[in-house]
């Protein structure tokens, strides 16, 4: 069974620091990769993913993500972060074939001070 | 185009009971997926419903269970509480047909509390 490990549990950053979350994952075949958000009070929702093709991926609110298949990892960056950026992110993969059952990582949160 | 909908927001019942929560997915998803979230485990797949079929299984005992009508909405059922069944659960809609969904719609989810 694939597994995600998110090796930062808590971070914390001051306004215009980068950011950059790591992600690895196990599992040797085809998988799709997912970021997902939890803003303070909100539902999750996606930040990026990647399927295939171009192994940078750009989400939204200046997120962009790097899939190293080599690595086996999806590590999730930015390069000026902002108070607006604090909340948990999970990253998360499926296996190609597995319909929409995502195996998510522990998650990290982050707190940004103004 | 209104959200994916879960009902209760807020449960408590205690150990030996059942419950079923309720999710609404958004308008023309035929696809629901069930996780539960605890501060210990984190996110975990329950299963996913398509098109009235259990199309994936978590790693779950039998006392959770689940279905989905043909109006696409899903129940999630689970049978003789334990205090370890205290979480949020979670519903996740998506529109695709076939294979996975680029994109899964989370509603708020149902706090369960079992005492």
């Known amino acids: 069974a694939q597994s995600v490990s998110q090796h930062n549990h808590h971070v914390i950053l001051s306004e215009a620091a980068s950011l950059e979350l790591g992600c690895n994952y196990s599992?040797?075949?085809?998988?799709?990769l997912f970021w997902y958000v939890q803003y303070p009070g909100q539902h999750l929702q996606l930040l990026l993913k990647y399927f295939s093709g171009d192994p940078l991926v750009k989400g939204i609110k200046g997120f962009e993500a790097e899939f190293i298949k080599s690595k086996f990892s999806f590590n999730l960056r930015k390069p000026s972060v902002q108070w607006s950026d604090t909340a948990e992110y999970f990253c998360?993969?499926?296996?190609?074939?597995?319909?929409?059952?995502?195996?998510f990582g522990g998650g990290t949160r982050l707190m940004v001070k103004p | 185009k209104a959200g994916v909908t879960q009902t209760p927001r807020y449960l408590i019942k205690t150990r030996g009971q059942q419950v079923t929560l309720s999710c609404s997915p958004i308008s023309g998803h035929r696809s629901v997926s069930w996780y539960q979230q605890t501060p210990g485990q984190g996110l975990q797949f329950l299963f996913e419903?398509?098109?009235?079929?259990?199309?994936n299984k978590g790693n779950f005992p039998g006392r959770f269970s689940g279905r989905q009508f043909s109006n696409s909405r899903s129940e999630m059922n689970v049978s003789t509480l334990e205090l370890g069944d205290s979480a949020l659960y979670l519903c996740?809609?998506?529109?695709?047909?076939?294979?996975?969904?680029?994109?899964?719609?989370f509603g708020s989810g149902t706090q369960l509390s079992v005492l």
């Open positions: 419903y398509f098109s009235e079929t259990q199309r």
């Open positions: 998360a993969v499926r296996v190609s074939t597995a319909g929409n059952m995502l195996t």
């Open positions: 599992y040797g075949g085809t998988v799709n």
């Open positions: 996740a809609s998506s529109s695709l047909t076939q294979g996975g969904s680029e994109k899964l719609f």
